[in-house]
């Protein structure tokens, strides 16, 4: 636990003006980003008594070790920068609103030239319009059905789109009516897109028009006896009520709003936030996070709304914006939305009438959504808090590992051999610090030497980056005899390893902003920028996640005690001694700790057993996927991939002149020449690749146990040394570690 008092800046130094501050741990991690009116009356509230301080925040000063700041111009400047700098660095200390999936939108793909409508998630897209989000897709699908009656719009996927234009043949929608066939052209490009305009416009709102249109149409219809035509119509118009029914009118005004309610308690709090569009609510969504520090509703409102609309631009950001609580101040937020929009956003709270009545349904719903949530998550906290401590507890930790790491090694009989290494931390999978590995220090099958290999380049490379950024002690050396270290390693990275590190730059700083940022360390000025550009100064270190850069506090292996014992040497040898290792064996899911000749026997009912195996197990998966990846890889690989120059165009304008593989291996060289696009030295280069390469071993057909003679036409070679490939999947699966 570090003193606040030891990276307090000093008495005049923090400026009286505008900007952001990001406070930063022992390993250089970001791990808290605020903003400030005044950054010297902001910041010298972190520095006061610890006791009169939020547990919360009294946690957060107490893992720092230093603090910076950038000066800005305006407040609006410092949102701006407050908000690219959580999405950049997201520090365990913010407030940050997650759910746990990617709410889906009702999509048409306006930037095609047959529109498409779909289910889209995850990023949007320029030039798709979007409608929602939805709270399930099959919302969306049921809404999409009722509406292909009336606006047959294309709803097929590019592949079926391309295959239905081939053959002349339309797809099931096309013979019912529910899609007007564009692919084989029973409409054009113009007017298809107008039927997805005239869809757009209906999911906007505007439903009155085409209702009436229809109901002459039907009218119109009987009068002249064309009582089938009449009865379509009939069910047209009864699709488009139902449809609308889906989202019934909440707002007479027609008015485009997005209600926000916030219901919270002393450790979380939830946001609940209803999309209204044309006077209906066309989405709703909801958020629930950890309330890290003492904050206000106001802050909590401030926050979901640099969630909601930080990526959003023109019309997804509406012309009103319904609130429990103002941010305070105000007007910084209410012009950071307006600067979204490109026009003026009302961001204020509703007072009576049926806004009033609808922002009370939004707060039920966030109510409900804190309880739901408090109900999950109180059986998986404490199951996870007792897992850690049980953990620890078997294997005499000093605490409970919060960062565990698992190495497993794969390989299908020497071939191909990788190793995976995974992350948990408290107890949860950190996708983003997976890391795999190719052995290159030897040919063969040695899981035991595999992981010692392993071992070593992963906490080599802690090592670089733990001198690179100057953690060393004054007491530690950093010569390559005391660390383990090669000779050049002092002097920068490894330069055969496969994980580079992720090059430095400053994302997200306003153009004009003050070119001030300073860091204290321990009471000393580390960085005095003003003199230089601010980027420049943030390159250096800017706080991002560096690949192993961060040490666990337990190394879990995939084996016995030969790769305990391997992984235990490895980092004696790098001099560390401030990590637990341990390994979990398959047969018997036991234990073993490095030196001790029993295992620990975990209760099969344990949970620690139980995340043990779950980090083991996920271990396999990674690498696995990875071994796969490779192996495939190297038998779609032949002699043509050993051609430089030799692009896939020309390789295939190869097999389609001669037909096969077989036959190109027994050209001559001016037969080669033939082939449209190949020279004389390319033909030369691809008669000695084939020279090179050893004769393919004979295609076997496992059904019949023949030998194949002659090879399909563009097929691929079959990679030296590995015969039959293609029949036996399964078999082959079996054998993979």
């Given at each position: 636990?570090?003193?606040?008092?030891?990276?307090?800046?000093?008495p005049?130094?923090?400026?009286?003006?505008?900007?952001?501050?990001?406070?930063?741990?022992?390993?250089?991690?970001?791990?808290?980003?605020?903003?400030?009116k005044?950054?010297r009356?902001?910041?010298a509230?972190?520095?006061?008594?610890?006791?009169?301080?939020?547990?919360?925040?009294?946690?957060?000063?107490?893992?720092?070790?230093?603090?910076?700041?950038?000066?800005?111009?305006t407040e609006v400047e410092?949102?701006?920068?407050?908000?690219?700098?959580?999405?950049?660095?997201?520090p365990?200390?913010?407030?940050?609103?997650?759910?746990?999936?990617?709410?889906?939108?009702?999509?048409?793909?306006?930037n095609?030239?047959?529109?498409?409508?779909?289910?889209?998630?995850?990023?949007?897209?320029?030039g798709?319009?979007?409608?929602?989000?939805?709270?399930?897709?099959?919302?969306?699908?049921?809404t999409?059905?009722?509406?292909?009656?009336?606006?047959?719009?294309?709803?097929?996927?590019?592949?079926?789109?391309?295959?239905?234009?081939?053959?002349?043949?339309?797809?099931l929608?096309?013979?019912?009516?529910?899609?007007?066939?564009?692919?084989v052209?029973?409409?054009?490009?113009?007017?298809?897109?107008?039927?997805a305009?005239?869809?757009?416009?209906?999911?906007?709102?505007?439903?009155g028009?085409?209702?009436?249109?229809?109901?002459?149409?039907?009218?119109?219809?009987?009068?002249?006896?064309?009582?089938?035509r009449?009865?379509?119509?009939?069910?047209?118009?009864?699709?488009?009520?139902k449809?609308?029914?889906?989202?019934?009118?909440?707002?007479?005004?027609?008015?485009?709003a997005?209600l926000?309610?916030?219901?919270?308690?002393?450790l979380?709090?939830?946001?609940?936030?209803?999309?209204?569009?044309?006077?209906?609510?066309?989405?709703?969504?909801?958020?629930?996070?950890?309330?890290?520090?003492?904050?206000?509703?106001?802050?909590?409102?401030e926050?979901?709304?640099q969630?909601?609309?930080?990526?959003?631009?023109?019309?997804?950001?509406?012309?009103?914006?319904?609130?429990?609580a103002l941010?305070?101040?105000?007007?910084?937020?209410?012009?950071?939305?307006?600067?979204?929009?490109?026009?003026?956003?009302?961001?204020?709270?509703?007072?009576?009438?049926?806004?009033?009545?609808?922002?009370?349904?939004?707060e039920?719903?966030?109510?409900?959504a804190?309880?739901?949530?408090?109900?999950?998550?109180?059986?998986?906290?404490?199951?996870?808090?007792?897992a850690?401590?049980?953990?620890?507890?078997?294997?005499?930790?000093d605490?409970?590992?919060?960062?565990?790491?698992?190495?497993?090694?794969s390989?299908?009989?020497?071939?191909?051999?990788?190793a995976?290494?995974?992350?948990?931390?408290?107890?949860?999978?950190?996708?983003?610090?997976?890391?795999?590995?190719?052995?290159?220090?030897?040919?063969?099958?040695?899981?035991?030497?595999?992981?010692?290999?392993?071992?070593?380049?992963?906490?080599r490379?802690?090592?670089?980056e733990?001198?690179?950024?100057?953690?060393?002690?004054?007491?530690?050396?950093?010569?390559?005899?005391?660390?383990?270290?090669?000779?050049?390693?002092?002097?920068?990275?490894?330069?055969?390893?496969?994980?580079?590190?992720?090059?430095?730059?400053?994302?997200g700083?306003?153009?004009?902003a003050?070119?001030?940022t300073?860091?204290?360390?321990?009471?000393?000025?580390l960085?005095?920028?003003?003199?230089?550009?601010?980027?420049?100064?943030?390159?250096?270190?800017?706080?991002?996640p560096?690949?192993?850069?961060?040490?666990?506090?337990?190394?879990?292996?995939?084996?016995?005690?030969?790769?305990?014992?391997?992984?235990?040497?490895?980092?004696?040898e790098l001099?560390?001694?401030?990590?637990?290792?341990?390994?979990?064996?398959?047969?018997?899911?036991?234990?073993?700790?490095?030196?001790?000749?029993?295992?620990?026997?975990?209760?099969r009912?344990?949970?620690?057993?139980?995340?043990?195996?779950?980090v083991?197990?996920?271990?396999?998966?990674?690498?696995?996927?990875?071994?796969?990846t490779?192996?495939?890889?190297?038998?779609?690989?032949?002699?043509?991939?050993?051609?430089?120059?030799?692009?896939?165009?020309?390789?295939?304008?190869?097999?389609?002149?001669?037909?096969?593989?077989?036959?190109?291996?027994?050209?001559?060289?001016?037969q080669?020449?033939?082939?449209?696009g190949?020279?004389r030295?390319?033909?030369?280069t691809?008669?000695?690749a084939?020279a090179?390469?050893?004769?393919?071993?004979?295609?076997?057909?496992?059904?019949?146990?023949?030998?194949?003679?002659?090879?399909?036409?563009?097929?691929?070679?079959d990679?030296?040394?590995?015969?039959?490939?293609?029949?036996?999947?399964?078999?082959?699966?079996g054998?993979?570690?």
């Amino acid at each position: 636990m570090a003193d606040p008092s030891s990276y307090r800046p000093k008495p005049g130094q923090i400026p009286d003006s505008p900007g952001v501050y990001r406070f930063r741990d022992e390993h250089r991690r970001v791990i808290y980003v605020g903003k400030a009116k005044s950054l010297r009356q902001r910041l010298a509230n972190y520095f006061q008594d610890l006791a009169g301080l939020h547990p919360r925040t009294r946690s957060m000063v107490t893992t720092a070790a230093s603090v910076e700041w950038t000066v800005v111009s305006t407040e609006v400047e410092a949102l701006q920068l407050e908000y690219s700098w959580i999405k950049e660095y997201d520090p365990r200390f913010n407030v940050k609103y997650r759910d746990d999936k990617s709410y889906p939108y009702l999509a048409v793909t306006m930037n095609e030239e047959y529109p498409r409508v779909q289910v889209m998630r995850g990023q949007k897209k320029k030039g798709v319009r979007y409608f929602g989000p939805y709270a399930h897709a099959w919302a969306i699908r049921d809404t999409v059905d009722l509406l292909l009656r009336v606006f047959p719009v294309r709803t097929c996927s590019a592949g079926v789109f391309k295959n239905a234009s081939r053959t002349g043949r339309p797809c099931l929608l096309g013979y019912i009516g529910k899609c007007s066939a564009p692919c084989v052209y029973r409409i054009g490009a113009d007017d298809h897109r107008e039927l997805a305009d005239e869809f757009c416009d209906f999911m906007t709102g505007r439903t009155g028009t085409y209702l009436r249109r229809l109901e002459k149409q039907m009218t119109e219809a009987a009068d002249e006896m064309e009582y089938e035509r009449a009865a379509r119509l009939r069910d047209d118009i009864e699709a488009l009520k139902k449809a609308m029914e889906k989202n019934a009118v909440v707002l007479a005004d027609a008015t485009d709003a997005d209600l926000i309610a916030v219901a919270e308690d002393e450790l979380e709090a939830a946001v609940q936030i209803f999309h209204v569009r044309g006077g209906r609510v066309r989405g709703q969504r909801g958020w629930v996070t950890d309330k890290v520090e003492d904050v206000t509703t106001g802050a909590l409102v401030e926050h979901a709304l640099q969630q909601l609309y930080g990526e959003e631009r023109g019309d997804s950001v509406p012309k009103e914006v319904l609130v429990p609580a103002l941010p305070e101040p105000v007007e910084p937020v209410q012009d950071w939305l307006t600067g979204r929009r490109g026009s003026n956003v009302s961001l204020r709270i509703p007072q009576r009438g049926d806004k009033k009545a609808l922002m009370e349904t939004v707060e039920r719903n966030a109510q409900q959504a804190l309880v739901l949530h408090k109900t999950r998550r109180a059986s998986d906290l404490t199951t996870r808090s007792r897992a850690l401590e049980e953990i620890a507890e078997a294997l005499d930790l000093d605490g409970a590992p919060l960062r565990i790491e698992c190495y497993d090694i794969s390989h299908l009989q020497g071939d191909d051999v990788v190793a995976s290494m995974v992350v948990f931390e408290d107890g949860l999978q950190r996708k983003s610090e997976y890391r795999r590995f190719q052995i290159k220090g030897f040919e063969g099958q040695d899981d035991v030497r595999s992981m010692h290999e392993v071992i070593t380049r992963r906490f080599r490379r802690y090592l670089v980056e733990k001198e690179r950024t100057g953690e060393w002690t004054d007491g530690e050396s950093t010569s390559a005899e005391t660390t383990g270290l090669p000779s050049d390693a002092t002097t920068g990275l490894p330069s055969d390893a496969t994980e580079l590190l992720s090059a430095d730059g400053a994302e997200g700083v306003p153009e004009h902003a003050t070119a001030v940022t300073r860091v204290h360390n321990a009471g000393e000025l580390l960085t005095d920028a003003s003199e230089a550009p601010l980027t420049s100064s943030l390159k250096d270190e800017d706080g991002r996640p560096r690949r192993f850069a961060y040490p666990p506090q337990l190394v879990v292996v995939d084996g016995g005690q030969p790769q305990v014992a391997a992984a235990r040497r490895a980092l004696d040898e790098l001099g560390i001694d401030d990590i637990a290792v341990c390994g979990l064996a398959k047969r018997l899911e036991e234990v073993w700790l490095p030196g001790d000749d029993d295992p620990v026997v975990l209760p099969r009912s344990s949970e620690g057993l139980y995340l043990l195996q779950r980090v083991r197990d996920e271990a396999h998966r990674f690498a696995i996927t990875y071994q796969r990846t490779k192996r495939a890889k190297r038998l779609r690989s032949g002699p043509l991939d050993e051609v430089p120059g030799l692009g896939e165009t020309r390789k295939q304008a190869l097999i389609k002149h001669f037909g096969s593989v077989k036959k190109l291996r027994a050209a001559t060289i001016q037969q080669i020449c033939e082939v449209p696009g190949i020279g004389r030295k390319t033909a030369e280069t691809i008669a000695a690749a084939f020279a090179r390469a050893a004769p393919p071993a004979p295609a076997v057909n496992t059904a019949t146990g023949e030998i194949i003679e002659e090879e399909e036409p563009g097929a691929t070679p079959d990679s030296p040394g590995d015969p039959v490939t293609a029949g036996a999947p399964e078999e082959r699966r079996g054998q993979e570690t």
